[in-house]
Nanobody
């Protein structure tokens, strides 16, 4: 059974930083893309950042220059470093891991940015 455990969310003031982590455990192999999504109240879930198996990255326009995604393949972990946070970054952040055999989701972690 595959589990994705997220950590690092919380409450921070505007301009502050947080680092999210998502660690996969269980029988998970051939990890391809790893990513972070977020969903604010009343809004649709959106892709925040993704990183491929070769290290290539993609970001939503709204977070470019402020967020950095990285991965540790040995630890089956993906990270999201979030700097210069804004109130509009407030959302539930979920990690997603796409493998050859399917994709998996974390339970979500709340990020709240106060103004």
């Amino acid at each position: 059974q595959v589990q994705l455990v997220e950590s690092g969310g919380g409450l921070v003031q505007a301009g502050g930083s947080l680092r999210l982590s998502c660690a996969a455990s269980g029988s998970i192999y051939n990890i391809n893309r790893m990513g972070w999504y977020r969903q604010a109240p009343g809004a649709q879930r959106e892709l925040v950042a993704a990183i491929g198996s070769g290290g290539g990255t993609a970001y939503a326009d709204s977070v470019k220059g402020r967020f950095t995604i990285s991965r540790d393949n040995a630890k089956k972990t993906v990270y999201l470093q979030m700097n210069s946070l804004k109130p509009e970054d407030t959302a539930v952040y979920s990690c997603n891991i796409y493998t050859l055999y399917g994709d998996y989701w974390g339970q979500g972690t709340q990020v709240t940015v106060s103004s």
